[in-house]
């Protein structure tokens, strides 16, 4: 759970049950004695009334608090020297010529390729495959968008055979990579921009389904910033036939219960789609929390990359990042605006 989800009533309870996870996320201290802890100190229990809570030692020391002396909550714990561990393997990933290998990662932290793996998958949400294949496809669309031919883009990469950047180019990309180089050369989006009552609204969609759904104040803004993304495409306005599906999609906006079924475009990695999957299976009317995200997709960990990965959605309503909230239920960022999102969230519920 990011600490910034912690309600006061959840810190009292990690307190109570000494909880080890909790550790690194706030700590508490008894104004009785003047000193403060980690949420799992097997000191004597305190009583709640006397209990404060801070978001790290700076804070508590700032208001005259010490540090305890069983604990040393001042000091890094495990769970701060794991994630320490996770970010080094992580730029060693970026900055290597070809990725490294599990048992090359494993022997840099100094323990064993099992325990390492599941640190990783825990720390991150995703395997150091996965990340070393998303750094590469970073390293190919950034290579591609400076003009570098697709070939050289590949191998600069790190990819020792350009089949396998093949294989996963589609996904990763959204369209061929000559295609991506130029700007969406040779690529029809289909786009259509309305007003609702939330505003401009923006629908664009490639021949496999939708790839962006907008919500702005000015609608000339909403065009450039999809010719921005992609210069060169072919952008075709005013077709009948998805004119239809942009009304179907601003229906769905003023009237929830219409339903929204639409093919989408889904482009991201293979940790946001797992997260974007997520929240396309939350029903209307109802919301969850980051960290319930990241539970049922088995990484309960990793509470903040599902926040990155909500605010990575470019596609609004038909990939509803609006129905993920705090843990206390208050509403957090969203990338159009948290008014939307009340808005969106109000008229789903009935209110």
């Known amino acids: 759970m990011n600490k910034s989800t912690w309600t006061d009533e959840e810190r009292w309870q990690a ?11 706030f700590v508490f201290a008894v104004r009785t004695t003047g000193i403060y802890c980690r949420p799992s100190c097997t000191s004597r229990p305190a009583l709640r009334k006397n209990v404060a809570f801070y978001e790290n030692a700076d804070q508590a020391e ?42 090359e990662l494993a022997n840099r932290a100094g323990i064993s390729r099992f325990y390492f793996h599941r640190i990783f998958k825990e720390v991150t949400g995703i395997t150091p495959k996965a990340y070393a294949a998303a750094c590469r496809a970073a390293r190919v669309r950034g290579e591609l968008a400076k003009g570098t031919s697709v070939t050289g883009a590949i191998y600069d990469a ?15 990309l959204g369209m061929r990579p000559t295609q991506f180089r130029d700007g969406g050369r040779d690529t029809e989006i289909k786009f259509a921009v ?20 907008d919500f702005g104040d000015d609608p000339e803004l909403l065009v450039r910033q999809l010719q921005d993304r992609f210069p060169k495409a072919e952008l075709i306005g ?18 929830p219960d219409a339903g929204l079924d639409l093919p989408l475009d889904i482009r991201g990695t293979a940790f946001q789609q797992k997260v974007w999957d997520a929240l396309r299976s939350i029903p209307a009317g109802q919301t969850v929390s980051y960290a319930d995200v990241a539970r ?38 969203y990338r159009w605006g948290v008014e939307r999102k009340q808005a969106l969230l109000e008229r789903e519920t009935g209110q």
């Open 62 to 103: 700032s208001e005259g608090f010490r540090a305890c002396k069983r604990c040393k909550p001042n000091r890094d714990g495990p769970r701060s020297a794991r994630a320490q561990m996770v970010a080094d393997a992580c730029r060693a990933i970026e900055e290597a010529e070809e990725p490294p290998s599990l048992d």
């Open 158 to 172: 790190g990819y020792n055979a350009s089949s396998r950047f093949y294989e996963e180019a589609d996904r990763r």
């Open 238 to 255: 005013g077709d009948p036939e998805f004119e239809e599906t942009a009304a179907a999609v601003i229906d769905f906006v003023e009237d």
């Open 15 to 25: 307190v109570q049950r000494r909880d080890n996870a909790a550790d690194g996320q």
């Open 194 to 213: 309305g007003e609702c009552s939330l505003g401009s609204i923006l629908i664009a969609a490639t021949e496999r389904g939708v790839c962006a759904i």
């Open 296 to 333: 049922d997709i088995g990484k309960p960990r990793a509470v903040r990359a599902v926040a990155q990965a909500c605010s990575a959605n470019r596609i609004a309503v038909a990939i509803p990042c609006h129905r993920v909230v705090r843990t206390d239920g208050a509403l957090s960022g």
